[in-house]
C-alpha cells in the first residue's frame, strides 16, 4: 500500500503544477491534455474521444448501459471509441480531481501494432470476452514509469519538444501490453465483427449531421441489419440511432457551450430539422434545457 500511494504521490506532485484550473489544460504535446475539477459532479451526459486517461487523484464512475466503469488512482481508462456515456466525479477542494490524458492517434496506434506483430496485446486468452470499447485496467509498474516520464517532459520545453513524442509512444506501447491491448489492436487490424462497427462508429463521428438508415449503416458493415443492430449494441450498448442521437445533443452541448451560435444554429447545424423537437430531446437528456444550460454553464465559469 505504501508503494502504491508513493506511485500515486508522485502522479500528483508532476501534474499539480501544470495545472491552469478547472477542466483540461493543453500541453505543449497536442496528444497530452491534463485535467482537473474541484468539486464533485453528479452523473452528467460526455463524450471522450479514444483517449487513455490516468487519474491520480479523485475517482470518476463512467455508466455505459448497463456497466460501471471505475477510474481513479491505481487506474486508467482505456476508450477506444467516442461513446456518449455518463459520469460521475468525485473531487473536492481539499482533494481535487486531477489526470492527464493522452489521445490515441490512429497512426502512431498503426505503427505500433504492426512493430509489435503479435507479440503483445492478445489478452489473457483463456476465456477472452469479446474487445470492449471502454474499460478501466488497473495501473502496471509499466504504465506507472511510462507517464511518469511524460509528465516530467512537460515541466522542460527542450524536453518536451526533444523527447515528447516517445513519452507519448511509450504510454500507448504500455496501454497496448495491458488488459485491453486487444481493443486497441482491433482498432487496426480490421478483422471481425467489432472491427466492423468501429468503422460504422467512425463514420457516424464524422457525420453526424446527415440524415442516415440503419440499413445503410449495416451494408457499410457487410451485414444484415438484424446482425448489424445485435452487435451494434452488444459493443456500444445503445442502439444505432440512439447512439446517433446522443452524438448530435453532445456536440450541440458544445456549440452551445462555445457560444457560438443560439439555440436553432445549434439544432441545424447537428442535424435537427425541429428546433422544438430539439429542445425537447435536449432537455431529456441533459435534464434542463439548451438555454438554460447556457446560462448555467456561463455562472459557473464566471464564478
Not at 189 to 195: F, K, N, R
Request: proline share 6%; aromatic share 6%; glycine share 8%.
Amino acid at each position: 500500500m505504501h508503494a502504491a500511494s508513493s506511485r500515486t504521490d508522485s502522479l500528483i506532485e508532476l501534474m499539480a503544477p501544470l495545472i491552469e484550473g478547472d477542466g483540461y489544460t493543453p500541453t505543449r504535446l497536442s496528444a497530452v491534455s491534463l485535467m482537473a475539477m474541484h468539486r464533485p459532479s453528479g452523473r452528467t451526459p460526455m463524450i471522450y474521444e479514444p483517449s487513455l486517461i490516468i487519474v491520480a487523484q479523485g475517482y470518476k464512475i463512467g455508466y455505459l448501459g448497463d456497466r460501471e466503469i471505475h477510474y481513479g488512482p491505481g487506474q486508467y481508462l482505456v476508450q477506444t471509441l467516442p461513446l456518449p456515456f455518463e459520469c460521475e466525479t468525485h473531487a473536492s477542494a481539499e482533494a481535487p480531481l486531477l489526470g492527464v490524458a493522452v489521445h490515441l492517434d490512429p497512426a502512431l496506434l498503426g505503427e505500433l501494432v504492426t512493430t509489435i506483430g503479435d507479440g503483445i496485446g492478445q489478452g489473457s486468452g483463456e476465456g477472452e470476452a469479446s474487445p470492449v470499447p471502454m474499460a478501466s485496467v488497473s495501473m502496471t509498474e509499466g504504465m506507472q514509469g511510462a507517464v511518469e516520464r511524460l509528465l516530467r517532459s512537460l515541466h522542460d520545453p527542450a524536453e518536451t519538444a526533444a523527447m515528447g513524442a516517445s513519452r507519448v509512444r511509450d504510454v500507448v506501447f504500455e496501454a497496448l501490453r495491458g488488459e485491453q491491448g486487444p481493443a486497441l489492436r482491433a482498432l487496426v487490424l480490421h478483422q471481425g465483427h467489432y472491427s466492423r462497427i468501429v468503422q460504422v462508429l467512425s463514420r457516424l463521428h464524422a457525420r453526424y449531421a446527415e440524415d442516415v438508415s440503419v440499413e445503410a449503416l449495416a451494408r457499410q458493415a457487410n451485414m444484415s441489419p438484424s446482425t448489424f443492430h445485435q452487435h451494434f449494441r452488444d459493443i456500444v450498448q445503445a442502439s444505432p440511432l440512439q447512439y446517433l442521437k446522443q452524438l448530435r445533443l453532445l456536440k450541440a452541448q458544445q456549440l452551445l457551450a462555445q457560444k457560438t451560435c443560439n439555440v436553432n444554429q445549434a439544432a441545424s447545424a447537428v442535424g435537427y430539422r425541429s428546433a422544438s423537437q430539439f429542445s425537447r430531446d435536449y432537455k431529456r437528456y441533459f435534464g434542463t434545457s439548451p438555454l438554460q444550460h447556457r446560462q448555467e454553464e456561463r455562472a459557473w465559469r464566471v464564478s
